[in-house]
């Protein structure tokens, strides 16, 4: 029995579970829109199809299930097809320059530490030109969501390959097949001093909404790899020309972690090709959690004995 075989089969409920007195998980999401989205009537500018409007869907639904205000919550992000979703938000946001997000988040957080900070970016946003904010921020393990909306390449500039394009796979600009190994995104998060990291896609959406609830109710840094298809870049120049095809491929080559799922294949970086061997399988869940001290309050005690230290050496 393969790996996606032996731990994609359905469980039963677990009996250890009490009732909760959170909001109701079918409450419709126009009733959720009117609470925590400003979107327009028409003229939306994601593609016909696009995952993204799901993962949007996904975050008002764990906004809801944490029954957060709105007002309370700060997004950052730079540029790419994502970078509109924060706009059809009722939270504050900054658009900022491309890559940028965690280092802006770190500045809101800093400045505002009772907020809610999020980042919404794109694989090629976050881990190219962004990566170096990143994994400084991971490894300050300071109190912000990173949500990383992976659609395997650079869908807001044409399609052309990123870090975490799949191996011979065909993008705008690797016509005859990336040759380069991609970054596995949840490793490098855990790598750099991620406390909390979990992956999910786009063709789970319930899964999706209560890994993101986590994320964002986790205390420290905090980061969420979404599978987000793009047919319209990827998906057809790698045989799965429509949304439908690229959600079963998500949904075929995905499998739930759990304890018996060893380390060790919880990660690795995908191979593709349309005609040959395939190595692709996509390990959803939880796969890393550690409490650490947050950045943010440990930098208030330290400015509080800074503060003490002058205040007693000018009243010596």
Request: hydrophobic letters at 35%; proline letters at 6%; a negative charge.
């Amino acid at each position: 029995m393969s790996l996606i075989e032996q731990f994609d089969a359905p469980r039963p409920p677990s009996r250890d579970k009490k009732p909760t007195n959170r909001p109701d998980p079918m409450t419709p999401i126009d009733e959720l829109a009117d609470v925590y989205a400003d979107v327009p009537d028409k003229h939306f500018r994601y593609c016909p199809g696009c995952g993204l409007g799901m993962a949007q869907s996904a975050l008002m639904r764990a906004f809801h299930r944490l029954d957060l205000d709105i007002t309370q919550v700060a997004t950052a992000g730079g540029s790419g097809c994502y970078s509109i979703m924060a706009h059809y938000f009722k939270s504050g946001h900054v658009h900022g320059s491309h890559g940028r997000g965690c280092a802006v988040a770190t500045g809101i957080k800093m400045a505002r530490p009772e907020l809610k900070v999020l980042t919404l970016q794109g694989d090629g946003d976050l881990l190219a030109i962004g990566g170096n904010h990143f994994i400084h921020a991971a490894r300050r393990n300071i109190d912000i969501t990173v949500i990383c909306f992976n659609n395997f390449g650079f869908g807001d500039t044409g399609g052309q390959f990123a870090p975490t394009t799949p191996l011979n796979s065909v993008t705008e600009t690797s016509q005859q097949g990336m040759p380069e190994p991609a970054f596995d995104a949840c490793k490098l998060a855990i790598g750099a001093g991620a406390s909390f990291v979990a992956r999910t896609t786009v063709a789970h959406p319930v899964h999706m909404t209560r890994v993101l609830a986590e994320a964002i109710d986790w205390k420290g840094f905090a980061f969420v790899e979404i599978l987000q298809h793009c047919h319209v870049l990827w998906g057809r120049r790698n045989g799965m020309p429509e949304a439908i095809d690229m959600m079963n491929f998500y949904r075929d080559e995905s499998a739930f972690n759990t304890p018996q799922v060893p380390e060790e294949e919880r990660f690795g970086t995908p191979v593709y090709s349309e005609d040959g061997e395939q190595k692709v399988n996509f390990i959803l869940g939880v796969l890393h959690k550690e409490e650490r001290p947050e950045f943010t309050e440990e930098y208030a005690k330290l400015r509080a004995k800074a503060t003490a230290d002058a205040e007693s050496r000018a009243g010596a």
